[in-house]
């Protein structure tokens, strides 16, 4: 759980005009950028249930855009997001669907470029949120923590020999969460970190055999 | 410091034993829990002091309407009435009433804002605090010391129940907000802590069962109007506990019954859109003009 501050009542400094549609919107954003790693070429933006309904009303859509493009919750691009320069580098589409099976507030960022990703994400309320999907594993990334993700084939031994790594730095892990398409097939792992991750170690980590992805997404400081 | 303030009852025996403010109190522990100083607990509690300022002064010079055209011009109508007919509470109430909507005003119009605690309650702690550090002229640092206070209650509270409206209703948004306002503005006119915690119970016993039934599901109505209204309510606490007028039901154990009262309110005004303002005649109205601009 985490520690809690008089900042969590006195804060944050924020474009308006809501926490969960307008700040959490940029946060999924960003997480989305981190998860990335890179601008992609095109986004498709899915926003389900209450975010369809009242999102335009709320700059939802622009708060997605601009988290996508790496601006802060406190940005005043926000809210011309659209005659952003950055913006004009980008493809990017809107749909608006109701799903009663996806939380509130929800949304997938379905991405191309480089590699195609599908990741989706909850404003869970305050501007609180959490990346629930990357493609087809479930994640728990909520921007709290520095956050580890890895996608590897599912064999014994895996996870300990990723958290030697993590052991060997002296970094202490909060929380592991692993996920499986089936046995021996593509596996995910998302760890939350206490402290910083040295890139040296991230790479060592790479190199695991049958080690696919790695990302280090980093700890939103807003 | 280590300090367990997890109700308002520890928080006075803390304040009690140490012989200290519930600022002070408040401070240390956030130095203590983030290993930084009181120095940098005060410094980032002025940098937000100083946006809540600059988002009031912005709103102050503009009647921009938001985005669904339904609100942003009240700032300029009550500013327009008090030049020509002076409030009869006088300036104090003139500032709290203008700068409470010229805060949320910012906020519909997709400028910068406070969160305090939320955004849909964020004209309310600006509103009160800064108007009375105005008119009593206060120093920077009694801004601080009011701010930090009001942060407290919230704090307090938020251990019992998350500050959303769709959690407790309104309660929990502009409800706290008064909450922590009343505190704060007891703080800068030298009220004592129990006082200060007397005032936030006081504000908060009378916005038990609070809803949150925004038209249209956006922070436009009734929140905008109702933050200046909130805002003034504080103040009658302060005066309250001024005067050494108490609860008779302890700060704690209104805590619990705003918490009760959340959970028995039905979700349809859980910000759910789906009952009270937002489904009257007039409300479903304006929501179906909405949804024709938000192209669904």
């Known amino acids: 759980m985490k520690q809690r501050s008089l900042f969590d009542v006195i804060s944050p400094i924020m474009t308006g005009p809501s926490s969960s549609h307008t700040a959490g919107a940029v946060r999924l954003g960003l997480l989305a950028r981190n998860i990335y790693k890179e601008t992609p070429n095109k986004v498709t933006f899915k926003l389900y249930n209450s975010f369809a309904q009242t999102g335009k009303g709320h700059g939802t859509d622009k708060g997605l855009l601009a988290g996508l493009l790496g601006f802060g919750v406190d940005s005043e691009q926000i809210k011309n997001i659209y005659n952003c320069e950055l913006a004009q580098n980008i493809e990017y589409t809107y749909e608006f669907e109701q799903n009663i099976d996806r939380h509130p507030n929800a949304v997938d960022f379905v991405l191309e470029g480089n590699i195609n990703m599908t990741i989706s994400g909850n404003s869970v309320g305050a501007g609180n949120v959490e990346i629930v999907k990357i493609d087809d594993f479930s994640t728990r990334i909520s921007g709290e923590y520095n956050t580890l993700i890895l996608f590897y084939k599912d064999k014994p031994g895996m996870i300990s020999r990723v958290s030697t790594l993590i052991q060997d730095e002296n970094i202490n892990i909060a929380s592991l969460d692993c996920d499986r398409n089936a046995r021996g097939e593509t596996a995910s792992m998302c760890i939350c970190l206490d402290s910083k991750i040295s890139d040296e170690v991230i790479r060592k980590i790479e190199e695991i055999d049958d080690v696919y992805f790695v990302r280090n997404v980093k700890r939103l400081e807003a | ?296």
């Open chain 2, 1 to 296: 410091m280590e300090y367990s303030i997890s109700t308002f009852e520890k928080l006075l025996y803390a304040c009690n034993q140490n012989n200290k403010k519930i600022y002070e109190i408040m401070q240390e522990k956030e130095a203590f829990d983030f290993e930084i100083s009181t120095e940098e607990v005060r410094a980032k509690t002025l940098k937000n002091i100083n946006a809540m300022k600059d988002a009031i002064i912005s709103g102050l010079c503009s009647s921009e309407k938001s985005f669904s055209g339904l609100c942003g011009d009240d700032t300029a109508k009550l500013k327009e009435k008090y030049k020509a007919a002076p409030a009869l509470f006088g300036n104090l109430f003139e500032k709290i009433t203008t700068y409470a909507l010229a805060t949320m005003e910012e906020n519909l119009r997709m400028n910068k804002i406070v969160a305090c605690p939320t955004a849909g309650s964020c004209g309310i702690v600006p509103a009160v605090i800064i108007a009375l550090a105005q008119e009593k002229d206060v120093t920077q640092d009694d801004e601080v010391n009011a701010l930090i206070t009001a942060g407290t209650i919230g704090y307090i509270i938020s251990t019992k129940v998350a500050m959303a409206g769709a959690v407790a209703g309104c309660q929990a948004e502009c409800g706290v907000a008064s909450a922590m306002s009343a505190a704060a503005a007891t703080q800068l006119l030298g009220g004592s802590n129990k006082q200060i915690i007397n005032a936030a119970t006081l504000a908060l016993k009378n916005v038990l069962g609070l809803t949150c039934d925004p038209v249209g599901g956006l922070v436009e109505i009734p929140c905008v109007k109702r933050n200046a209204f909130l805002a003034i309510h504080a103040i009658t606490a302060a005066e309250l506990v001024l005067a050494n007028v108490e609860s008779k039901i302890p700060p704690d154990e209104v805590v619990d019954a705003m918490v009760q009262t959340g959970q028995l309110m039905s979700p349809l005004l859980k910000e759910t859109s789906m009952g009270g303002l937002a489904t009257t005649k007039s409300g479903i109205i304006i929501n179906r003009e909405l949804q024709k601009k938000e192209g669904i």
